[in-house]
């Protein structure tokens, strides 16, 4: 299969669109990301320890990879790392950030298989049943419906096609979130999908023999400072629609320190997060609304 007939519309860039309401503002998260490309790489460490832990978790799994959307590729070093796994495979870098693809292009070789594609990982434009392996890496927690996105999964991922990703379970960020609620009522921190949800949503998309698990890392930062200077980073600045528009006042953050400072006992402010990892295997793109697939094979014959 030549790239232009796997690309749908010849690469046509489809940008995440913000017209939905929803728990996120997709055009909020696309500006967050394209203002930390440039930083990215500095304090991406929960990313990279999540891309590892997929890649360690494929190990056993036998798939014949031709070629590979990592969707939400970011600054692209998840997709270097799959092209050296699979060698002689294509990888297409999905993201809504022309800045963190710029980036991800300026860290790859000339001759590398690797292409960029800016576009929505919600309405990925390829074509159906055209992808081996779909590779998500802490895609999930930016992306307002699972579900859908799950659904599009199902669509370019051929039958017997492999769908691995990571995400952060509920429990993530609980101390953050619990001491911006003894302030005020506003929206603060996200609140992460559960494994089961997700698992649920996986076989309702036709994606199957789903397998998750849960790890779990702690970050520990000197103080809050350190922590919203690798949140701003990484993107990961609030971008709930619920949001208060205005910035964090002094005495709001200085509240905010003080309540995390009396949780952590004036010590080191450490953060559990709850590592979701997960796979599933394609059965082909879904049939149109009132098609069914039926194997000749298994019609009997009736007797009189």
Known sequence: MTETALIADNGRI?????????????????????????DFRRADFVHRYAADGILERMSPMLVDVGY???AGAANGAASRALAR??????????????????????????????????????????????IDLVFANMLLPWIDDPSTFFGSVARVLRNGGLFVFSSLGPDSLAE???AWQSIDDDKHVTTFS????????????????????????????DDLSSLFADLTATGSRNTLRGRRRSLTGRRTFEQLRENLSHRFGGGALEFPLEMVFGHAWGGGPPMPAGEYALDVASI???RR
């Open 176 to 178: 953050l979130r619990e």
């Open 85 to 130: 796994r699979f060698r002689g495979s294509r990888v297409i870098s999905l993201d809504t950030s022309y800045p963190m693809l710029r980036q991800a292009r300026q860290s790859r070789s000339r001759f590398s298989r690797i292409r960029e594609v800016q576009g929505d990982a919600m309405l990925p434009p390829l074509r159906a049943g055209s």
């Open 300 to 302: 009997g014959r009736r």
């Open 68 to 70: 590979v959307l990592d």
């Open 14 to 38: 489809m940008i995440a669109n913000d017209g939905k309401p929803g728990r996120l503002k997709a055009r909020d998260v696309r500006r967050r990301f394209d203002r930390a490309a440039a």
């Open 194 to 221: 559960d494994m089961h949800e997700i698992g649920d949503a996986l076989v309702k998309y036709g994606l199957r023999e789903p397998v998750l698990d849960v790890d779990w890392l702690t970050v520990t930062y």
